[in-house]
C-alpha cells in the first residue's frame, strides 16, 4: 500500500485552496487493478466504476479512470480504468477547472487545466468539450454557484454558452427526476439558493427543469408592496432569506420557492394585481412537486404556505375562529412544527423585499402563540370534565378558539 500512487483530488483539494472547511476526502489511485485493490485490503463499493473504501480510514479510493460517451443522458457513459490511464486523463474527464486539481502525497498540487487561477480569479469554468456530453452538469454549475456565490464567483461566459447550446439541444430532457430534485435541495440548503436560480434562469435550462419557477421572471408586482416589482427577483430574495433564517433547511427554502407560483397565472390584464394568486398556486406546486417527486414533508409544507401565506401576512385582522381554522387546515395540531415552519416561510416572504430584509415580522409571534395556547387544551382534558361523544369535538374547538382569544391579549 505504500508504494500505491494515491492523490488527494476534487472538493477535498478545492476548498482548502478556498480557505474553507473540507468535508470528506476522496482519493484517485494511479496503475493499480480492482485485483490489486483488493490485495491490498481494499473493499469494493462501486457499481458503475471501480471505487473502494480503505481498510483502515474507510475513505473513497476510486481508479483513474476515462469515459466515453454512448448514449444520452448523465449516465449514458463507458468507463475505462485500465491500468494505463493517467491521473491527467482522469483530471480531464471532470466538470470544473476548480474541481481538476490533485494533491500529492508530498502536497504537491497537479494542475493541467489551470484550477488554481480560477480559484483565485473565482471562476466557474468548464474543463473541456466532454462538459456537453452530460446534460446533469448544467445543474451541478447552477449548485456551485449556489454554493460560491457569496465568495465571489461567476460563470465563464464560454461555459454559460456552453451550457445554452446544452439546453437548446434539447440535452436536459434525458434527466431524471430524482437528479433534478437531489441537484435543486442541494442549492436550496446552500447560502445563496437565488445564483441556482438565477443561473440556470441565464442559460435557459430553469424553463426545462422548473418552468413554474421561471415563468414568474418577467411577472410584475405592485411597486407599494414589492419595490423590486418583478416577481422573479422577488422569488430569490425569499430563497435567500430562507437561507439567512433557516440556514441549510432545504424544506423551508423549497416552500420559500414556490409560495408564490400563482402570480405566473394572473391574466395579464389584472396585472399588477394577483388577487387570489394564493389559491391559484396550489395547483402548480402540486405539479411541480409530482413531477420531481418531491418527499411529503416537503410538498405539504409547501401547498399550506403558498394557500395561507397572505392569511398570515393579515393575522391581527383575522377573527379567532379564522385563526383556529388556518391552523387546523394547515395540520397545526397533529403536526405542532408545520405552524412554526408556516411563521418562518411567511417571514421570508415579508423580508424578501427591496428594503424589508431588516424588517420586524411581528405575525410569526402572533401566529406561534397563537398555536402554543391552541394545542395546550386537548380532548383529555374535556372528557374529564364529562364531555362525551360528538360534543367533544365542537367543544374542543370553543375551548381552543377562547384559547386563541387570550393568546392575543397584550
Same mark, same amino acid.
Given at each position: 500500500?505504500?508504494?500505491?500512487?494515491?492523490?488527494?483530488? &476534487?472538493?477535498?483539494?478545492? #476548498?482548502?485552496?478556498? &480557505? %474553507?472547511?473540507?468535508?470528506?476526502?476522496?482519493?484517485?489511485?494511479?496503475?493499480?487493478? %480492482?485485483?490489486?485493490?483488493?490485495?491490498?485490503?481494499?473493499?469494493?463499493?462501486?457499481?458503475?466504476?471501480?471505487?473502494?473504501?480503505?481498510?483502515?480510514?474507510?475513505?473513497?479510493?476510486?481508479?483513474?479512470?476515462?469515459?466515453?460517451?454512448?448514449? *444520452?443522458?448523465?449516465?449514458?457513459?463507458?468507463?475505462?480504468? #485500465?491500468?494505463?490511464?493517467?491521473?491527467?486523463?482522469?483530471?480531464?474527464?471532470?466538470?470544473?477547472?476548480?474541481?481538476?486539481?490533485?494533491?500529492?502525497?508530498?502536497?504537491?498540487?497537479? #494542475?493541467?487545466?489551470?484550477?488554481?487561477?480560477?480559484?483565485?480569479?473565482?471562476?466557474?469554468?468548464?474543463?473541456?468539450?466532454?462538459?456537453?456530453?452530460?446534460?446533469?452538469?448544467?445543474?451541478?454549475?447552477?449548485?456551485?454557484?449556489?454554493?460560491?456565490?457569496?465568495?465571489?464567483?461567476?460563470?465563464? #461566459?464560454?461555459?454559460?454558452?456552453?451550457?445554452?447550446?446544452?439546453?437548446?439541444?434539447?440535452?436536459?430532457?434525458?434527466?431524471?427526476?430524482?437528479?433534478?430534485?437531489?441537484?435543486?435541495?442541494?442549492a436550496l440548503a446552500s447560502v445563496r439558493p437565488s445564483a441556482f436560480m438565477r443561473t440556470l434562469h441565464d442559460c435557459g435550462a430553469l424553463a426545462v427543469v422548473l418552468p413554474e419557477v421561471d415563468a414568474l421572471y418577467g411577472v410584475p408586482q405592485r411597486a407599494e408592496f414589492h419595490p423590486e416589482v418583478d416577481t422573479g427577483v422577488h422569488v430569490e430574495l425569499?430563497?435567500?432569506?430562507?437561507?439567512?433564517?433557516?440556514?441549510?433547511?432545504?424544506?423551508?427554502?423549497?416552500?420559500?420557492?414556490?409560495?408564490?407560483?400563482?402570480?405566473?397565472?394572473?391574466?395579464?390584464?389584472?396585472?399588477?394585481?394577483?388577487?387570489?394568486?394564493?389559491?391559484?398556486?396550489?395547483?402548480?406546486?402540486?405539479?411541480?412537486?409530482? *413531477?420531481?417527486? +418531491?418527499?411529503?414533508?416537503?410538498?405539504?409544507? $409547501?401547498?399550506?404556505?403558498?394557500?395561507?401565506?397572505?392569511?398570515?401576512?393579515?393575522?391581527?385582522?383575522?377573527?379567532?375562529?379564522?385563526?383556529?381554522?388556518?391552523? $387546523?387546515?394547515?395540520?397545526?395540531?397533529?403536526?405542532?412544527? *408545520?405552524?412554526?415552519?408556516?411563521?418562518? +416561510?411567511?417571514?421570508?416572504?415579508?423580508?424578501?423585499?427591496?428594503?424589508?430584509?431588516?424588517?420586524?415580522?411581528?405575525?410569526?409571534?402572533?401566529?406561534?402563540?397563537?398555536?402554543?395556547?391552541?394545542?395546550?387544551?386537548?380532548?383529555?382534558?374535556?372528557?374529564?370534565?364529562?364531555?362525551?361523544?360528538?360534543?367533544?369535538?365542537?367543544?374542543?374547538?370553543?375551548?381552543?378558539?377562547?384559547?386563541?382569544?387570550?393568546? *392575543?391579549?397584550?
Amino acid at each position: 500500500m505504500s508504494t500505491m500512487q494515491t492523490y488527494l483530488v &476534487g472538493g477535498a483539494v478545492r #476548498d482548502r485552496l478556498l &480557505g %474553507q472547511p473540507v468535508g470528506d476526502r476522496d482519493w484517485v489511485v494511479v496503475g493499480e487493478t %480492482q485485483a490489486s485493490m483488493e490485495a491490498a485490503g481494499f473493499r469494493a463499493i462501486g457499481l458503475d466504476f471501480p471505487v473502494f473504501l480503505h481498510p483502515r480510514t474507510q475513505e473513497e479510493y476510486a481508479l483513474a479512470r476515462t469515459e466515453r460517451k454512448s448514449g *444520452r443522458g448523465h449516465r449514458g457513459f463507458v468507463v475505462d480504468a #485500465d491500468p494505463g490511464v493517467t491521473l491527467e486523463e482522469d483530471l480531464g474527464r471532470r466538470d470544473f477547472t476548480i474541481n481538476a486539481i490533485a494533491q500529492a502525497p508530498d502536497g504537491t498540487l497537479i #494542475d493541467p487545466f489551470d484550477g488554481a487561477a480560477d480559484i483565485e480569479a473565482r471562476v466557474l469554468r468548464h474543463v473541456g468539450p466532454a462538459f456537453a456530453e452530460d446534460p446533469l452538469r448544467v445543474l451541478r454549475a447552477a449548485r456551485f454557484m449556489a454554493r460560491f456565490a457569496p465568495l465571489g464567483f461567476t460563470v465563464a #461566459d464560454e461555459t454559460m454558452a456552453l451550457m445554452r447550446g446544452m439546453v437548446e439541444a434539447g440535452e436536459l430532457a434525458s434527466l431524471t427526476p430524482e437528479r433534478v430534485w437531489k441537484e435543486l435541495s442541494r442549492a436550496l440548503a446552500s447560502v445563496r439558493p437565488s445564483a441556482f436560480m438565477r443561473t440556470l434562469h441565464d442559460c435557459g435550462a430553469l424553463a426545462v427543469v422548473l418552468p413554474e419557477v421561471d415563468a414568474l421572471y418577467g411577472v410584475p408586482q405592485r411597486a407599494e408592496f414589492h419595490p423590486e416589482v418583478d416577481t422573479g427577483v422577488h422569488v430569490e430574495l425569499v430563497v435567500d432569506m430562507a437561507a439567512r433564517l433557516a440556514p441549510g433547511d432545504a424544506c423551508i427554502a423549497f416552500a420559500a420557492l414556490a409560495h408564490d407560483l400563482g402570480k405566473a397565472l394572473t391574466p395579464t390584464d389584472k396585472l399588477p394585481r394577483h388577487i387570489g394568486h394564493e389559491h391559484a398556486g396550489v395547483a402548480p406546486v402540486e405539479a411541480l412537486c409530482a *413531477r420531481l417527486k +418531491v418527499p411529503a414533508a416537503y410538498r405539504e409544507l $409547501a401547498i399550506v404556505a403558498c394557500r395561507e401565506h397572505l392569511n398570515v401576512h393579515r393575522i391581527a385582522e383575522l377573527r379567532d375562529a379564522t385563526l383556529h381554522d388556518l391552523i $387546523a387546515r394547515s395540520d397545526g395540531f397533529r403536526k405542532p412544527a *408545520r405552524i412554526d415552519q408556516l411563521a418562518l +416561510v411567511c417571514e421570508c416572504d415579508k423580508r424578501g423585499r427591496l428594503g424589508s430584509a431588516e424588517d420586524a415580522y411581528p405575525q410569526a409571534g402572533i401566529l406561534r402563540r397563537a398555536h402554543a395556547a391552541a394545542v395546550a387544551i386537548n380532548a383529555r382534558d374535556l372528557a374529564a370534565e364529562g364531555i362525551s361523544g360528538p360534543a367533544v369535538g365542537e367543544a374542543l374547538r370553543r375551548a381552543r378558539i377562547e384559547a386563541i382569544a387570550r393568546s *392575543r391579549v397584550p
